[in-house]
């Protein structure tokens, strides 16, 4: 078997590769990427007619780093042109990320399985991936969310369309209903309600009344006047209850969902499921323990606390009531890992300076909270 790497990296796209670019600065440490499909592969998979939610805007020399760049000196809006791009324009990003920096990715690797040992210098891990053995004294898992996305829990789940495919994009015919109305849901809904459709969109927690600074509780601002045109074209019903049941009429074709206070409502085709995604662990699942909320239980510095070198990257990322699911959160705790992981090696991590400095070293989570007075 090969000299052990420092750090591997489960994941090619924007947390994987924001934490390759911070490892990148500390000196003497060995690092590698792998990725079961291409860099930036969760974006390639997206709909065509999905964009991001987060706004890109070359504001970087003045203290502001673009919302979706994973380096402080890069800017998507910058190198594609444009303001919210599309999940295609985004692996562009990545891979020119990639190509500059020159960072070591194999693409089309799967990881099977990642097995602790033990050895007097401090043991690390072996990932058996499907070009062979890698050890590595560190995992960074950053595999991303999309490949698990969550249904509902209720009896019909297994007759809805998942947000996230381009069947829930393409043309529907009639009306459509919606499961969830967060982001993904509303931005769907008006997807369709442009295309002509009525649309119905349900959720208990009613988060179009949500008026909360922090964009990981409410609606952003472009969601809410995109609702307000919505709104007005009449063809949009928001209805504050949750799917209890949905239940296909195969002679008529017809999808009925019933309310959780029981009000029965009709579609023509199948209901979608904006409900969101699911963390995606997979080999590395059971060595991590679960927050109460059912989250990956982490320690300050995101490391799993029953598996020690082994770290979270990504929106799964959770502490306390602090969400990290867009990139602009996340992407700051890619460097305080490095960081970790360098002194953890005995490694000169001051390079890392220059992300404390764009404000992309998040090690401080109570600077995080959101409260807007105005």
Not at 63 to 87: E, F, K, R, W
Not at 112 to 129: E, I, K, L, M, N
Request: charged share 20%; hydrophobic share 35%.
């Amino acid at each position: 078997m090969s000299p052990p790497l420092d750090v591997l990296i489960v994941g090619a796209g924007p947390a994987g590769l924001g934490a390759a670019l911070a490892l990148d600065t500390i000196d003497n440490l060995t690092f590698g990427i792998v990725d079961r499909g291409a860099v930036g592969q969760t974006f390639l998979d997206w709909p065509d007619q999905q964009k991001f939610l987060t706004p890109s805007f070359t504001s970087n020399g003045f203290a502001g780093v673009d919302l979706n760049a994973i380096h402080p000196s890069t800017s998507p809006a910058h190198s594609l042109g444009t303001d919210y791009p599309t999940g295609v324009e985004y692996a562009t990003y990545l891979r020119g990320v990639v190509r500059h920096f020159a960072l070591p990715v194999l693409e089309n690797t799967d990881v099977h399985s990642v097995t602790r040992y033990d050895s007097p210098d401090g043991g690390g891990y072996v990932a058996s991936t499907s070009r062979g053995p890698v050890p590595t004294r560190a995992v960074i898992w950053a595999s991303g969310e999309f490949r698990n996305p969550s249904t509902p829990h209720i009896p019909g789940a297994e007759l809805t369309t998942h947000s996230s495919t381009p069947d829930a994009w393409a043309p529907h015919d009639g009306h459509v209903i919606v499961l969830g109305g967060y982001e993904s849901g509303l931005d769907i809904a008006q997807h369709h309600i442009a295309r002509g459709n009525g649309v119905t969109v349900l959720d208990g927690h009613h988060p179009w009344e949500d008026h909360a600074a922090d964009p990981s509780f409410s609606l952003s601002a472009r969601t809410r006047r995109s609702l307000r045109h919505a709104l007005a074209s009449r063809r949009l019903t928001l209805v504050p209850a949750n799917a209890r049941t949905v239940v296909h009429d195969r002679t008529t074709g017809r999808y009925t969902v019933t309310t959780d206070d029981g009000v029965r409502l009709s579609a023509d085709s199948p209901p979608i499921a904006a409900t969101g995604f699911d963390d995606n662990l997979g080999p590395v699942e059971n060595m991590f323990t679960r927050t109460g909320g059912g989250w990956p239980e982490l320690d300050d510095t995101d490391q799993s606390t029953i598996s020690p070198g082994l770290y979270l990257s990504g929106p799964a990322v959770r502490h306390d009531d602090l969400k990290f699911c867009f990139i602009y959160k996340f992407r700051g705790r890619s460097a305080h890992v490095a960081r970790a992981i360098g002194a953890r090696l005995g490694c000169d991590s001051r390079a890392l300076d220059l992300w404390q400095d764009a404000g992309m070293l998040l090690d401080d989570l109570t600077c995080c909270g959101t409260a807007c007075s105005c």
